[in-house]
């Protein structure tokens, strides 16, 4: 049997010039498919990332508006137990109130744009006592239930006794504040009896106003 040998082509320098130029082309089109691969690599990431931005603050909302529901819920259930047990309390300290209680008693004065709203108000013809109910009560709500008081007091001496809506008053009415909560910061407590307020809690049951502290004299709009 013979066997025919093929004989190799020579090198020549075309020939391994278009070797190279073939190797070259095939590693440029493999660089080109992976930077293609991490390309859509990257969509898909940014794309799940966003998703997933997108959902976390969906929960993150949800997760808000029912703990400010939860927070309303309580302040609604604080509210009624204080106000349904704080006459008695204030009659103890010598304030002649035996009205019912009225809740959300706001105020308006367009003139200036103010207005405002008190949880608990207890009035009598001589007396308005001005409550205003935290779940958790910081110096940051006394010092706005303090400025509260100061408008609408001037609100009602700018409207005038005479007029319908505060025909229960009258010119010699004095105007007393005081702040409640389920919590109670002790900050929250010094800083309103220092500024003449009385300070209800509420803890399971019971309802008391805070013992004030020595030399107390509660403030008088």
Known sequence: MRVEYMSAQPLTYESVLALIREHSREIREEHQEFRRSLKE???????????????????????NRKIG???????????HMIGDRIIEKFQAL???????????????????????????????????????VKTRL??????????????????????????????????STRFYGAVAGAVVTDEAKDYAHQNGLYVIVQSGEAVEIVQTPEGFEAKVW
């Open 94 to 132: 010598g304030h002649n109130v035996t009205r019912p209680v009225l809740r959300n008693q706001s105020y308006v004065w367009e003139n200036l744009g103010i207005y405002g709203e008190f949880d608990l108000t207890l009035i009598d013809s001589d007396i308005v006592i001005l409550i205003e």
């Open 41 to 63: 690599q990257g969509a898909e990431f940014d794309r799940r990332m966003r998703e997933r931005d997108a959902e976390y603050d969906r929960m993150r909302r949800e997760l």
């Open 69 to 79: 529901d939860l927070g309303n819920r309580i302040g609604e259930i604080v509210e």
């Open 138 to 171: 910081k110096i940051a709500h006394v010092r706005k239930h303090i400025k509260k008081i100061g408008e609408y007091h001037h609100h009602i001496a700018s409207a005038g006794f005479s007029h319908p809506a505060h025909a229960h008053l009258r010119p």
